[in-house]
Every structure is written in C-alpha cells, then in structure tokens.
C-alpha cells in the first residue's frame, strides 16, 4: 500500500493517480488493506449521497454542485455506484457518468465503483472508501446510486446527508415509499422542474412526509432545473442548513454506529465461503430432520 501522506500530496497537486490505485487496491482487499485503513486519520468532511431513479438528472445535479463548491476553493471527490447490475463489472458505468466537464480538473476526483457480487461487500467497500477520501484533503465527498432498490437505500444510509432526485412526471410515489427512500431521505429535489406539474409533485411530497409523521420542517423539498443551474445554489444552502440541524441533533454519531455494525456484518460475511455452505446445506437437506437452526450453528461464533 502507499503512504497516506503521499496520496494527499497527490491530492492536493490535482494528481489522483495512487489514490485510485489505493482505491482499486481496498476493492480487491489486496494484502495489507486492513492495517492500511487502520492507519487513517478522517476529517469530519460531509458525505453527500444522491439517488434516485435512472436518468433522473443525478449526475446533471451533481456536476452543477461541484461547480458551486469549486468557486468556494473545494476539493470534490466523486464515487458513482450501480447497485442494482452486480454482473456488469462497471462496464455499464462509464455511460452514466455525465460530468466530463469535471473529467480532468485538478480538483476533482471522479470514479466508477462496480457492485460485486459478493455478500455484504458493497456497503463495507464503500465505508472504507470514503473513509478514504475523508483522509487525504477532499472537502465534500458525493456519493451517487442509480435506481430505487433496496441496495440503494443501504448505500445512502452511509451518507451524511442523503438527497433524493425525483422528476415531476415521475409520480410513482407509492413505489418510493415502498423502497423506504422516504425515510432515508434528508432533502427532496423535484429535478426537470421546467417540465409541467413541477409544483404540484412537489407539493404531493411534502404532503407524504407529513403523512408519514416525519419532520416536515426539517425535511426540504427543493425543485431544480440541473441542466440550467437553476435551483442549485438554492440546494446547495440546504445541503449545508441540514448538516448543522444533523450534527446539533448527533446524527453522526447515530450514523458511525450504524456503520461499525455493517462492517462487522460484512466482515463476517467475508469469513463465509458461500460455495461451501451452498454443499453443506444441499447434504444437509437430505436429512428428514433438517432444522435451518441447527444448521447455521456452525456458521456462528
Ligand atoms: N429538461 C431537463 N433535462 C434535464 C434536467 N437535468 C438533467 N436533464 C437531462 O436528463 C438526462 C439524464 O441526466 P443525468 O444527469 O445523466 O441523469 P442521472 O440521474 O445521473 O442518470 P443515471 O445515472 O443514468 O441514472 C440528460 O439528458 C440531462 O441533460 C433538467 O432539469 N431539465
Ligand atoms: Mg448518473
């Protein structure tokens, strides 16, 4: 593994490239990664997680925030993940990523992550990364998620504050609330908001989180139009009122709990070799006596 200190100093020059070797190294938990991530030292720098359905405008929205942050001096890193096509390998990915504008700046870091098939890797790998991330001198860390799945939902409930982008013609609400986005969200954008009925999906949001006897005061819903800049800046203000409400009520340390307990999930997952379970459990289903208690015994403590 390399020195923190000299991928920070690559950082900070705008040359990202042993971060993201480090990052292709903890993806494939290449020898010496567990003491590597021991080792970091994380600045409190804010997690951004922005989902919603595909072609909603995420990437179109994200690359408009960067620009607001770059004009504050930030350094931005930027990790895209799809959850929901574990077999694609990334090769997808590359394709859904619309902020080439951002591609070659010094002070932003953009990276595609695959899901991998494996058990309970996905939102471990993420909490290492951004982790990460948090260590070597970026100041805003986005995260975005494609699709309204269960996946989904887990990886934003890494994230510091989660946004969730809905268009207007959208409309499928009941789909949202089964998803459980409703409950992960922080902020609601109405994206494409030049399209007609912007308000009144709006306003059938607000509704819906009141309804669900969630914090409607605290829980904004914020209408955009990505594409124009227009509503970003605006966005960006609640981005930034909604952390100070988030750490004042200690969200955080509610959130660094939630993660210590999906590392530990994901980490005894790793110990299990799920090929062989599939034998043993397929010998141990002949037995009229199988009982899915006694099974799992061995797989305990
Ligand atoms: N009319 C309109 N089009 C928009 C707006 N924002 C984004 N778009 C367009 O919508 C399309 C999809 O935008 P993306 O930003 O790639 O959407 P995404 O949610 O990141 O898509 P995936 O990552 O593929 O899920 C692009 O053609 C954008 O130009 C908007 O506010 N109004
Ligand atoms: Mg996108």
Not at 43 to 51: D, E, F, H, L, S
Not at 75 to 86: G, R
């Amino acid at each position: 593994m390399f020195a923190i200190h000299d991928i920070t100093e690559g950082v900070q020059k705008g040359d990202f490239l042993l971060l993201a070797k480090t990052i292709s190294r903890i993806e494939n938990r290449a020898e010496g990664v567990d003491l590597f991530l021991q080792a970091l030292l994380p600045k409190a720098v804010p997690i951004i997680g922005v989902t919603g359905p595909p072609g909603a405008g995420k990437s179109t929205l994200i690359s408009a925030l960067i620009g607001e942050w770059i004009k504050e001096g930030k350094k931005i890193a930027v990790l895209s993940v799809d959850p929901s096509s574990p077999f694609h390998k990334g090769a997808i990915l590359g394709d859904r990523i619309r902020m080439k504008e951002w591609y070659l700046h010094p002070n932003v870091f953009i990276r595609s992550l695959a899901s991998r098939g494996h058990l309970g890797g996905l939102t471990s790998s993420m909490i290492e990364l951004t982790t990460l991330l948090q260590s070597v001198g970026f100041d805003n860390i986005i995260l975005e998620t494609v699709g309204v799945g269960q996946s989904e939902v887990e990886v934003a409930s890494l994230a510091d504050t989660t946004i969730v982008v809905l268009v207007p013609e959208a409309g499928d609400e009941v789909q949202m609330m089964k998803s459980g986005l409703m409950e992960v969200a922080d902020l609601f954008v109405v994206n494409k908001s030049d399209r007609p009925d912007a308000q009144i999906f709006a306003n059938h949001i607000a509704q819906m989180i009141m309804e669900n006897g969630q914090d409607a005061d605290a829980i904004k819903v914020i209408k955009t139009v990505a594409s124009q800049g227009e509503g970003v800046q605006l966005l960006n203000e609640a981005i930034m009122a909604q952390q100070q409400v988030m750490i004042q009520r200690g969200g955080n340390k509610r959130l660094i709990l939630s993660k210590v307990i999906q590392l530990i999930v994901a980490h005894r997952l790793r110990q299990i070799d799920s090929k062989k379970m599939e034998t043993a459990l397929a010998e141990a289903l002949k037995s009229p006596q199988f009982n899915i208690f006694r099974f799992i015994k061995q797989y305990l403590d």
